[in-house]
Structure formats: C-alpha cells, structure tokens
C-alpha cells in the first residue's frame, strides 16, 4: 500500500501566520491527493483535491501544490478557526491511503 | 442537501460479527459511489471499503479483506458493511461517505457522516 507521510506531525501558530504542511508519498500518485480538516468530535472536511483544486466550500487561504510524490497545504492568514488536525489522502491507487495528519494548535 | 446517517454501532466481543448500515438523503444514491472510512479513539483515518454506484466493483483495506464486505441497496438509498471475525484493532467510529464522482469511483470524498462506534472488547 502507498505510504503517506505528513510533517509536522503538529506545529504551534498564531492568528495570521502563514502556515505550511507538507505530505510525502512513498510512490508517485501523480495529482490524486486531497487535504481534509478535522476538528474534534466532527466528521472531517474535505478541503482540497486533485492537489491543488479547492472545493466548492474552501475559503481561499487554503492553497494546494504539488505532484509525484511531494505536496503541500498552504493557509495564507491563519483564522482561530482553522486550528484542527489536517489529513492528506491518496487516492490514485487502492487501498486508498491517509496520512497520519497534522496538527495546527495555538 | 447531502445526508449520510450511520447506524448498527455496538460492543462487540473478538470473533463476533456486525453490520453497520448507512442512510443516504438529498442525492441520487444509485448514481454514486460509497465508501467506509474509520478512525480508531484518539487516532488518524484510516480507509476502509468502496463500493461503485452499481456495486459491480468493490475494494478494501487489506487487514479487513476476507472479513469485512461492503455492500448497498439502491432501492433504499442504504449502504452496508457486515464485519465478521471482529478484532480488538477494529474498534473505531466508521464513517460513511459518499465519492465526489457520478457513476464513477473517484475517491475524492467531500459529504461524511457523524459516525457510528464499534468497540470490539472481550
């Protein structure tokens, strides 16, 4: 199964910060990789695919880049609202595969 | 709007089997694909099973392969997973959630539900 690696595995911010999360894939998925954001006690939310397309509902401070086997989720202006777990999730080959996350905190 | 509400969560000895069950609203469930995606307590997401709109293809993680099967009924917009020769390391909230692709396996996945719990303790 394709292995995804996040780093950090957490980072501490500030409000307005500019904050960068990096996922690593130990095979190359081309651009099938989605970012989610997962708050506590809530179902996570997609936020990003195809690695770089922003979904309908993602504000954008949220960008995307990558492909191959690097990428990364950027937050321009960090929001109190965006402080969560962030997942990477592979999806160009089965088993389909998350990344063991990262986690934004004050 | 997209509704996905998961039900059959229970505690379960090792060895037991269960099904969970997932009720679709607010889209044309035939059309899409499904998939079932868990999180153990305290831990990351894990994925599990897809099912195409016509349950003609189907893929698992391999440690639930040979137990776990997924399955769907259109006619009443439900999804299933029925779990046999449960394990300590199933236990987790399995979500259900629909694909983003119409009549296609995608595997992008923006609508989830709340989750429904397992806990498989002796």
């Known amino acids: 199964a394709i292995q995804l690696t996040q780093s950090p595995s957490s980072l501490s911010a500030s409000v307005g910060d500019r904050v960068t999360i990096t996922c690593r894939s130990s095979?190359?998925?081309?651009?099938?990789l989605a970012w989610f954001q997962q708050k506590p006690g809530k179902a996570p939310k997609l936020l990003m695919y195809?690695?770089?397309g922003l979904e309908t509902w993602t504000p954008p401070r949220f960008s995307g880049s990558g492909s191959g086997t690097d990428f990364t989720l950027t937050i321009s202006g960090l929001l109190a609202e965006d402080f969560a777990t962030y997942y990477c999730q592979q999806y160009n080959t089965y088993p389909f595969t998350f990344g063991p996350g990262t986690t934004v905190d004050f | 709007q997209v509704q996905l509400m998961e039900s059959g969560g229970d505690v379960v000895q090792p060895g037991k089997s269960l099904r969970l069950s997932c009720s679709a609203s607010?889209?044309?469930?035939?059309?899409?694909?499904m998939h079932w995606v868990r999180q153990a307590p305290g831990k990351g997401l894990e994925w599990v099973s897809v099912?195409?709109?016509?349950?003609?293809?189907?893929s698992y993680l391999d440690s639930v392969k040979g137990r776990f099967t997924i399955s769907r009924d259109n006619s009443k917009s439900t999804l299933y997973l029925q779990m046999n020769s449960l394990r300590l390391e199933d236990t987790g909230l399995y979500y259900c959630?629909?694909?983003?692709?119409?009549?296609?396996?995608?595997?992008?996945?923006?609508?989830w539900g709340q989750g429904s719990l397992i806990t498989v303790s002796s």
């Open positions: 607010g889209f044309s469930f035939g059309s899409y694909a």
């Open positions: 195809d690695a770089s």
């Open positions: 959630a629909r694909d983003a692709g119409r009549k296609t396996i995608f595997g992008v996945i923006p609508y």
């Open positions: 095979q190359g998925i081309s651009s099938a």
């Open positions: 099912i195409s709109f016509d349950g003609t293809t189907k």
